[in-house]
């Protein structure tokens, strides 16, 4: 019995095994396309809520507390004038 193979010949594969193939990464694609876009589905809000609590006690602006007295005008000059007082600039050219 001759069990050798010639030269010549090349072996016979069946062509079904590549149309599986094929059909396993077109199929493997299309998985891997609608997890990518239903992954921004999910999406949490992030807008910040105006009030929150925190140990049962409601959360107040800055310029609420004793020294300010609610009053947001004299809160904004005073962070304006501590603002300026920090420029490095303004220290060395004295301007």
């Not at 050798?4 to 396993?24: D, E, H, L």
């Not at 609590?53 to 005008?73: E, I, N, P, Q, R």
């Not at 304006?80 to 220290?91: H, L, M, P, W, Y």
Request: glycine share 10%; net charge positive.
């Amino acid at each position: 019995m001759n069990t050798k193979i010639r030269p010549t010949q090349q072996p016979q594969y069946s062509q079904a095994n590549g149309s599986k193939r094929a059909t396993v990464l077109v199929f493997g694609g299309l998985v891997l396309g609608a997890m990518l876009g239903l992954s921004a589905c999910g999406e949490i809000d992030q807008k910040a809520k105006t009030e929150k609590v925190y140990a049962k006690k409601l959360d107040t602006h800055a310029y609420d507390g004793d020294k300010f007295k609610g009053d947001k005008a004299k809160w904004e000059a005073s962070l304006a004038q501590r603002n300026g007082s920090q420029n490095e600039s303004v220290k060395i050219n004295g301007k």
